[in-house]
């Protein structure tokens, strides 16, 4: 879609994750989805799920359960990348709406897991779930969204 790189954590499942997950596909989802908006972001294909988890994990982000979600945001912004890290969904809506309409991604974490909203497109927003090519391929409004999860918090990223 567009200029959006796009990957999924299932097509890493013979790469590593961490020796207690096991994985990339199935603990990956925040490591993937940062692959995402790097790759996006900063226009480098060099980032891919194997490199941000293997960063990521390096630099003691990663669990048995998946990734921190404070260790996510301070990796794009070691690469740059200016974040502003929300908990909860009081914001949401709006913060969803005005950074999409900017040209920056967010990176949502939603009941123990983590996508990329990467857009607009006819009032909707545009995902990138790392663990659903069929969601990927569907447009959302804001209702239909957190309906699918529920919001824990999100990442707003811009450049």
């Known amino acids: ?38 790759c996006t972001m900063l226009k480098d294909p060099k980032y891919t799920p194997i490199l941000t988890t293997n960063e990521i994990c390096r630099s003691g982000g990663c669990t048995s359960g998946g990734t921190y979600f404070e260790s996510l945001n301070k990796y794009l912004r070691s690469k740059g990348l200016n974040t502003r890290l929300v908990y909860g969904s009081k914001t949401a809506k709006s913060d969803f709406y ?9 990176l949502i974490y939603v009941n123990g897991h983590f996508h990329v909203l990467s857009g607009l497109q006819d009032g909707k927003i545009r995902i990138v779930e790392v663990g659903s090519k069929a969601k990927s391929q569907k447009l959302y409004t804001y209702e239909e969204l957190i309906a699918l999860r529920g919001i824990k918090g999100y990442i707003v990223v811009s450049r």
């Open 1 to 38: 879609s567009g200029n959006t790189c796009i990957y999924f954590q299932g097509d890493y499942a013979s790469h590593s994750y961490n020796s207690s997950c096991g994985s990339i596909a199935s603990c990956g989802c925040g490591t993937t989805s940062t692959a995402v908006i790097l």
């Open 98 to 106: 005005n950074a999409l309409s900017n040209n920056q991604m967010i």
